[in-house]
């Protein structure tokens, strides 16, 4: 896999550490469907001292007390958003699947890389006028990043930033989240 760092130098990441987490990340082809190239974190998650500077460079991007709460999409969003929320010092807000959650939620449509889904979140849990960063693993289309943005602003609050590990250039996702924050630790080129 050729990963090429985005925005490590700026959250604080040495060069050689980011190379040395970038090699945690595995390539696994035709995976959930033919075609696919997923992403596969586990390594790095497992690493503890790779996986700690991970949610320290991510947790660098914001300025101390400019977020009010963390929002991650399931699932892998969970994985990084809950300890980026306790670094920060915030709350963490589980974005789920439809039908996952008791009523009353919010819901919002999007489309995938390889099909359509729905996110819900429980009415209440993200106040007007929160300022949130939203987590996930990869950004890819950008459907999922562009529904769980919607959903946190249908609740009134405010996205101060939209964090990735990867980024996958070639599918155009940066685009759809176009005239917000973002930060991405690495990209993949086309």
Do not use: H, N
């Not at 469907?33 to 997923?38: K, L, S």
């Not at 289309?141 to 943005?149: E, I, K």
């Not at 990735?164 to 005239?179: Q, T, V």
């Amino acid at each position: 896999m050729s990963i090429q760092p985005r925005d490590v130098a700026r959250l604080g990441l040495a060069p050689g550490r980011a190379a040395a987490l970038a090699q945690l990340v595995r390539d696994v082809p035709d995976y959930p469907q033919p075609g696919v190239m997923f992403r596969d974190i586990t390594g790095l998650l497992a690493d503890g001292p790779a996986f700690a500077d991970l949610v320290g460079a991510f947790a660098a991007a914001q300025e101390p007390g400019a977020v009010d709460l963390v929002v991650g999409m399931e699932a892998r969003g969970f994985l990084l958003g809950a300890p980026l929320a306790v670094a920060l010092g915030v709350g963490f807000v589980p974005l789920r699947k439809a039908g996952k959650l008791p009523a009353p939620t919010e819901r919002v449509a999007y489309d995938l890389e390889y099909g359509t889904a729905e996110l819900e979140v429980r009415t209440g849990s993200i106040p007007a006028g929160a300022r949130v960063v939203v987590v996930d693993d990869v950004l890819a289309t950008g459907g999922t990043a562009a529904a769980a943005v919607e959903l946190v602003e249908r609740c009134g609050a405010q996205v101060v930033d939209v964090q990735f590990l990867l980024e996958l250039d070639a599918l155009g996702g940066r685009a759809r989240l176009a005239g917000r924050p973002l930060t991405s630790l690495w990209a993949v080129p086309a």
